[in-house]
Each structure stands twice: as structure tokens, then as C-alpha cells.
């Protein structure tokens, strides 16, 4: 894999046509993996002489962030200088030259920001339901499985078994056992093809790490969040929604939120941040365990502009379709408004429509029109490239609303983003696994009171 990656970076310097293989814009462990074991795959077995590049789809910058990412590379001795990110490619242009080819694996449908691309895309391998009902001009293969890279390893091992080594395997391997959460059939996510070829994996690899040997390893990488920056810590895990030109972002961190509250210089974080990125209103979710396993979630609502934080707090206490059970916490900052949620099981997926309603109610009180959309998942990459909201009546120069760049939509297989498609088989995601351990919790207790 290391010659391959090394001979895709030199590629770069040259004036040839390259096929780029692209994860989507969570960039995830799962679309990262599934973009390396494709292009690997691919540039072995072409019949073309087609440079087959697999290309990170996120700023070099942001790798940090995944720390699962790192330390698996690491674990496979595969360096970091290697990796080819989206910022030192220019997509765009080598379209417009005529020597862009385009394989989308982890999703299947560019976002606005990239829709000239889809010209030179010739195929998309996915796991999530169609977005579009209308036929898409390039051949799409999506199968609701656990993980995408279930469905790059069959297309590996069914045409060309032998280009697998160790080292690949290993990596499709975890990035599996991680998405079907150590393929514990209580939390859902594993499908039989998912198992089936983990299987065979372990069968043509004896020598692979124990299932949970590697899903603690990943596990613990994925949530920790020590000698991350504030900013990164909100990056980390995050969605947004935007109506009405007002932007609220959603960030869950997997610390007491007491303790985070506590970091040197937090409010001028947050402040910065926001300005930086013209957020309206930031929503900070935190989940943590207690020494006796028991689920704890808080909330903080993150906003200078008096009114849109007063609306949001209001109707995030009333609400009934779910109901939050919110506590007040005693919060230092003005601006900054802290709960205890005493509905456990209210995840960001749950609490998203309750945000809606949020911002409706904000603007019914404003007697704004009701015209734009609102948004899901907007990638930060689409956030960054929106126009200067200088001239926004919310946020001049953003003393007055707070938001935090979204990860890219994810997501994902963000073990805390949930998957937007409801209507098929989810990613794995840290909010249905903590969601399964709550119940299994909850439910242990119940039994042993009786």
C-alpha cells in the first residue's frame, strides 16, 4: 500500500489524467478506508492505464480530528504524508482540463458545491438508500449493509482475491467490525453479508486481530479528545441546520460538560469560532458514563444574540414530541445557557426536529417570510464558501449568534452523528450505540429491581 500511495502523490505532479476515487465529505474511517482499498483495488486490476488516486475528502488540516483515522494508519505503518487530501488536488480544474475521472464510494451523490463533477463520474458504490428518485448518468451500486467497506472487500475478493495482503485486510477488517459495533447483533447494524465477510476475511487472514481487540482500539481513538483545541473538540462531531439564513450548529462531545465548561479561555473560543464561521447559535451536547454505567446527557445552548438563545431555550424546555426533561445548570457565562437532560434517550437525531421548531418559532416571533429551506448536514466546506454575512440582520460581524463548523455531514459512520437515512439501514453511529447501551442499562436495572 505505501509504494501505491507514494506513486499516487507523484502522479500529482504531473500532467496526466488521473481517475480520483472520493469518500464522501464526512470522511470518516469508513470512507477513508473504502477510498484507499479501491483505488488500490482498481489500479491493480484496470484495464486502462488510468492513474487511479484515492483522495481524503477533507482539508489535510482536519485530520486531528479523526483520531480513530490516525492511530489505525499508524497501527498499519502508513505514513501520513502519503495520504492525498482535497485541498491539494484541484478537482475542479482538472475537470475543466479534461483529465478528471471520478468513483464515489461511501455515498453516491455530490453535494451543490461539486455538482460540475458529476460529468466525470463513472461509477458510485454505496450502502445508504437512493437520494434521487431520477436516474443518476453513472452506474450506481448501493446495498444497505453495515459498512461500505463490506462492499469494497466483496468486490476485491470476487475479482481479484489474490491483490489482498494483510495489511489491506486489516484495515477492512476493523473499519467493519466498527461500523457493525463489534457485530453484536443487539445493536442492529450488522447485516449477514456484513458478517459473512468478516468471516472471510479472518479465514483467508488468521492472523488479524481479535474482533474486540480492534473495536476497543478504534473505539477508544474515536472519543478521545485529549490535546484537541476547543474549536476541534466542536468540529469533531458536529451538524448543522440553516434557515432563513440563520445557522445553528450541533456539536455532541463525550465529556462532562462541567469539565468542559471549565476550559481556560472557553467563551473567547466560542466566541471566535462563531465569528469565523457566521454561526447564529451553537447547541453543545455532551454524553458521558458514571462509574456505575449509568447514562448522563447535558446540553448548553451557546448564543449572544438575546432573543434567538431566549426562543431556543424556551422551546427546548417545553417540549413535549420528545420531551427533554431539562434541569437548569448554573452557568458563569450570560451568554450561555446550561441544562441537565433527564430524557437519556433524546439523541441530536431526536433533537434536531425540536431545533426546527425552535427556529420557526424564532421567526414567527422576527414576522420573517418563510421562504428558504432549511438545511441538514450542510458540509463545512459548503458553509465556508456561502457569501459574507456582514450584512446579516443576526450577525453583524457575529457578536450576536454562534454556530461551529459542521463535520462534514457525515457522516456518516461519526460514532456520535446519526445517519440521516432514516428510511434504511443506519451508519453506525456513537448515538445509537449509546442509545443501545442506555436500554441494555436501563433495562438490567429494571431486572434486577425485580
Do not use: W
Not at 155 to 179: C, E, F, Y
Not at 335 to 340: D, E, F, G, P
Not at 355 to 377: C, V
Request: net charge negative; proline share 7%; glycine share 4%.
Amino acid at each position: 500500500m505505501e509504494a501505491y500511495l507514494q506513486g499516487c502523490r507523484a502522479a500529482l505532479q504531473e500532467s496526466r489524467p488521473l481517475h480520483v476515487v472520493l469518500g464522501n465529505e464526512a470522511c470518516d474511517l469508513d470512507s477513508t478506508v473504502s477510498a484507499l482499498a479501491l483505488a488500490f483495488y482498481l489500479a491493480k486490476t484496470a484495464e486502462t492505464k488510468d492513474v487511479f488516486v484515492p483522495v481524503l475528502n477533507m482539508q489535510r488540516s482536519e485530520l486531528p480530528l479523526r483520531g480513530d483515522i490516525v492511530l489505525f494508519l499508524q497501527k498499519m505503518s502508513i505514513p501520513e504524508a502519503l495520504l492525498v487530501f482535497r485541498d491539494e488536488v484541484d478537482l475542479h480544474m482538472l475537470h475543466q482540463a479534461g483529465r478528471l475521472s471520478l468513483t464515489l464510494v461511501d455515498h453516491h451523490v455530490l453535494p451543490k458545491s461539486d455538482a460540475a463533477l458529476e460529468e466525470a463520474v463513472t461509477e458510485a458504490l454505496d450502502h445508504r438508500p437512493l437520494e434521487r428518485k431520477q436516474h443518476l448518468p453513472y452506474r450506481v451500486s448501493v446495498e444497505l449493509v453495515g459498512s461500505c467497506a463490506t462492499l469494497v472487500t466483496e468486490r476485491i475478493l470476487q475479482g481479484a482475491p489474490k491483490i489482498l495482503d494483510l495489511q489491506t485486510a486489516t484495515l477492512l477488517h476493523g473499519t467493519i467490525i466498527v461500523d457493525c459495533v463489534n457485530m453484536d447483533p443487539r445493536m442492529g447494524k450488522a447485516t449477514p453479508k456484513d458478517s459473512r465477510y468478516v468471516e472471510k476475511l479472518e479465514a483467508l487472514f488468521p492472523d488479524l486481530p481479535k474482533r474486540k481487540d480492534i473495536f476497543d482500539f478504534l473505539q477508544k481513538a474515536k472519543f478521545d479528545v485529549s490535546g484537541l483545541t476547543t474549536e476541534q473538540m466542536l468540529r469533531k462531531d458536529q451538524k448543522t441546520i440553516s434557515r432563513q439564513g440563520t445557522k445553528v450548529a450541533i456539536s455532541v462531545i463525550y465529556l462532562d460538560l462541567e469539565a468542559f465548561l471549565q476550559r481556560s479561555g472557553l467563551m473567547a473560543d466560542l466566541h471566535t469560532f462563531c465569528q469565523a464561521h457566521s454561526y447564529d447559535a451553537l447547541i453543545i451536547m455532551t454524553i458521558f458514563f458514571t462509574m456505575n454505567e449509568e447514562p448522563v446527557r447535558q446540553l448548553a445552548v451557546f448564543c449572544p444574540q438575546a432573543v434567538l438563545r431566549t426562543t431556543i431555550c424556551g422551546v427546548l424546555e417545553h417540549s413535549h414530541a420528545p420531551s427533554l426533561k431539562l434541569t437548569p445548570i448554573l452557568s458563569p457565562h450570560p451568554t450561555l445557557q446550561a441544562y441537565l437532560q433527564g430524557n437519556t434517550q433524546v439523541s441530536r437525531k431526536k433533537f434536531l426536529p425540536v431545533l426546527h421548531e425552535a427556529l420557526s418559532t424564532y421567526f414567527d416571533s422576527m414576522k420573517l417570510p418563510s421562504g428558504q429551506p432549511e438545511t441538514l448536514g450542510v458540509s463545512r466546506e459548503q458553509m465556508d464558501k456561502e457569501p459574507d454575512r456582514a450584512g446579516h440582520p443576526l450577525a453583524p460581524g457575529l457578536s450576536q449568534d454562534d454556530e461551529e463548523p459542521t463535520l462534514p455531514p457525515t457522516p456518516m459512520n461519526s460514532l456520535v452523528d446519526e445517519c440521516p437515512l432514516d428510511q434504511g439501514l443506519p451508519k453506525l453511529l456513537a448515538e445509537t450505540i449509546f442509545e443501545k447501551c442506555s436500554q441494555i442499562s436501563l433495562s438490567q436495572a429494571a431486572a434486577a429491581k425485580k
